[in-house]
């Protein structure tokens, strides 16, 4: 049972555009969600976190939404640009635990 | 320069040829963990670790073991390796429970 998904394997948006990545949880135990960034042949790097207390967090071009009665979570990108072309998780964990649970990953496209 | 290493970055095995690979941080994390990355599966955590001394198995653990005996080494066992552990592993680490994870280069299994 997938308890984190990421239901779009693929994004492409023209550069300058806005990229929103989308990700779904069933678990209402989970109170810290992040996102991560994959280029190939690298290991996943750190992108931008929310706690369950808060419904926005932004970090520059990156905004993070969290929508605690949906258990939905979305990733923006304003503007795009073709650097940001990689495949992007989402990732769930909750207080007292150790488990990160991870999403399959979306590849965003920035076409130039 | 603060990083997760893994080695090695690229290993061909066969069936049951016990084989270990090699984690370690030099950022004085407690929290240390293994993930698998297949295709359509997005990453899977196999193994943590709250300090030394102390794992627990994530969503994978079957056909795997771990060492913690240093705060820097986290060390990845297949005793008796399977096709079916063919996949793309990484390491990470963060200062504690729910923070951002560094994650290694990743090491790329394959088992014939």
């Known amino acids: 049972d997938q308890q984190v998904k990421q239901n779009s394997p693929s994004l492409s948006v023209q550069e300058g555009r806005i990229s929103i990545l989308n990700c779904d949880y069933t678990n209402s135990m989970f109170d810290y969600f992040l996102w991560y960034k994959k280029y190939p042949a690298e290991g996943p790097t750190f992108l931008i976190s929310?706690?369950?207390?808060?419904d926005k967090n932004e970090d520059g071009r990156f905004t993070v939404f969290l929508n605690k009665s949906a258990k939905h979570l979305s990733l923006h990108i304003v503007p795009s640009q073709p650097g940001d072309s990689a495949v992007y998780f989402c990732?769930?964990?909750?207080?007292?635990?150790?488990?990160?649970?991870f999403g399959t990953g979306t590849r965003l496209k920035v076409l130039a | 320069e603060a990083q997760v290493t893994q080695n090695p970055r690229y290993l061909i095995t066969v069936t049951g040829k016990k084989l270990t690979v090699t984690c370690s941080q030099n950022?004085?994390?407690?929290?240390m963990s293994w993930y698998r990355q297949d295709p359509g599966l997005g990453l899977r955590q196999i193994y943590y670790?709250?300090?030394?001394?102390?794992?627990d198995k994530g969503d994978v653990p079957e056909g795997y073991k771990v060492s913690r005996k240093e705060k820097r080494n986290f060390p990845l066992i297949l005793e008796s390796p399977s096709p079916n552990q063919t996949s793309l592993y990484f390491c990470?680490?963060?200062?504690?429970?729910?923070?951002?994870?560094?994650f290694g280069p990743g090491t790329r299994l394959t088992v014939t």
């Open positions: 990470a680490s963060s200062y504690g429970q729910g923070g951002e994870q560094y």
């Open positions: 990732a769930a964990i909750s207080s007292g635990t150790y488990k990160y649970i």
């Open positions: 929310i706690s369950s207390i808060k």
């Open positions: 950022m004085n994390h407690e929290y």
């Open positions: 670790s709250m300090n030394v001394e102390v794992t």
